[in-house]
């Protein structure tokens, strides 16, 4: 189990309003450029983002669209999913496997 004294409270810091300086996270900032590329180039029989011709506002519309239903669709069971995969991922491997 964590340490609950170990962990930042990032949503306090960024999203309230009051935080003079904020820490970036490059992680963040590349997942978020991930999205972005996902969206500037995606296709599929349903999109095709060439085909729209998409101006740098629409994709960052979209972005903010796709931000937006993730908060507003979001639920235990994925934080769950998310958390267990990031903690498998970070468990060290047994030496003795």
Known sequence: MQDPSSHTDLAADTCDGT??????STTIDAALCDLLQSVMHFSDDD??????DLSDTEVEGLVVQLLQHLTGTLNGKQ???????????????DPLD
């Open 79 to 93: 934080l769950s999913g998310c958390l267990l995969m990031l903690r498998t991922e970070a468990a060290p491997e």
């Open 19 to 24: 935080a003079t300086q904020l820490d970036p």
């Open 47 to 52: 999109f095709d983002s060439e085909w729209f």
